[in-house]
Antibody
Framework: QVQLQQSGPGLVRPSRTLSLTCAIS??????????WNWIRQSPSRGLEWLGR?????????EYALSVQSRITIHPDTSKNQFSLQLTSVTPEDTAVYYC?????????????WGQGTLVTVSS | DIQMTQSPSSLSASVGDRVTITCRAS??????LNWYQQKPGKAPKLLIY???SLQSGVPSRFSGSGSGTHFTLIISSLQPEDSATYFC??????FGGGTKVEIK
């Protein structure tokens, strides 16, 4: 059974960097069939896919155009986890952030999710 | 970006009713369409992937169909535990705005 455990601060000051981590159990961040995603949800923007990282003989990342200039998703193979960094945050980045897995066997659908982290951007 | 449009945005139905939710893509996405159920305070749960494949453990009253730009989620006989918000998603991309299903 795959489990994803999120960690990170719930409050970030405007213009600073939002950083979250997702620890994986029951699978490997280096899996050749899975990809590791970040999604956020807010009342104003709904569910928004932010990006993903995956390993297919080499590491790759894909980002949503809306955050492409500010986002980094990074795998950590030594700890079997992956992270999200979002720079220059504004109150518009206030949302519940989720990490999630997509897998080749389910056509890249998001089959396992973390518990969610409410991140508030405020001074 | 491909836009995903769901309808209706909300509905109220009785236990045992057949419920239909529609999702339209702004351009063709073949069968790369997934459906999720979300209850308050919880992460979304995968119901249907690749337009019509039932995720393991999901009751068979849920079914999906469609391809290209038009997709449908059907709950054949609504149960009290189906009260939730349902989202469509193009694989590796955008989500629809959601359909809130309430029990009369």
């Amino acid at each position: 059974q795959v489990q994803l455990q999120q960690s990170g601060p719930g409050l970030v000051r405007p213009s600073r960097t939002l950083s979250l981590t997702c620890a994986i159990s029951g699978d490997s961040v280096s899996s050749n069939s899975a990809a590791w995603n970040w999604i956020r949800q807010s009342p104003s923007r709904g569910l928004e896919w932010l990006g993903r990282t995956y390993y297919r003989s080499k590491w790759s990342t894909e980002y949503a155009l809306s955050v492409q200039s500010r986002i980094t998703i990074h795998p950590d193979t030594s700890k079997n986890q992956f992270s999200l960094q979002l720079t220059s945050v504004t109150p518009e980045d206030t949302a519940v952030y989720y990490c999630s897995r997509d897998d080749f066997t389910t056509g890249a659908a998001l089959d396992y999710w973390g518990q969610g982290t409410l991140v508030t951007v405020s001074s | 970006d491909i836009q995903m449009t769901q309808s209706p945005s909300s509905l109220s139905a009785s236990v045992g009713d057949r419920v239909t939710i529609t999702c339209r893509a702004s351009q063709g996405i073949s069968r790369y369409l997934n459906w999720y159920q979300q209850k308050p305070g919880k992460a979304p749960k995968l119901l249907i992937y690749a337009a019509s494949s039932l995720q393991s453990g999901v009751p068979s009253r849920f079914s999906g169909s469609g391809s290209g730009t038009h997709f449908t989620l059907i709950i054949s006989s609504l149960q009290p535990e189906d009260s939730a918000t349902y989202f469509c998603q193009q694989s590796q991309g955008t989500f629809g705005g959601g359909t809130k299903v309430e029990i009369k």
